[in-house]
């Protein structure tokens, strides 16, 4: 749990679901009863796996714990994972418009280790966009989505992607 929590980032953006929800399970339960960081993790592992409904699950975990670990120093930044879960889960629900607001307010200040949230946050809100109809703005965020991708090692985001990109064009 210290490997994963330390080193958050970069477990979060080049680990495949796979591997970091087996790791999760190998866990000895009184190691991660009490930390908000393992239900985030999960959340996140469930979300890129595409399991959206066990993703709420353990995001809403998480946020029930976060409060209590807000002062620590491991906490520094986590809201943005929530965020970037969050918005996925809000597209994949539907919920287009609010969906593209908290992507809006979660893009500000995102960048270095956090370009795989960015990418993810983008790749959604172009989702969102182009399922209400508005291609042309889904293009622009399919396009910085897949340049943050690229730059923070997202391979899977990056090729989404070029597949979107792909289908607005032709």
Known sequence: LKLITEHLYSVLSHIESGVLMRWLENLPHPQNSDDYLFPLINAWANFIAGKTKRSRMWLEKAYGMREKHEGSTAFRG???????????????????????????ESLENLGGPQLFLRSTIMH????????IGRPEE?????????????????????????CEIGWIEY
């Open 138 to 162: 889904a293009y622009e965020y399919f396009i910085r989505s897949q340049a943050s991708a690229e730059k923070s090692g997202r391979r899977i985001i990056s090729l989404l992607c070029s």
């Open 124 to 131: 959604n809100m172009g989702e969102a966009l182009e399922r």
């Open 78 to 104: 986590t809201n943005k994972v929530f965020e970037a879960i969050e918005v996925g889960i809000l597209v994949f629900a539907g919920e287009y418009e609010k969906a593209l607001q908290l992507g809006r």
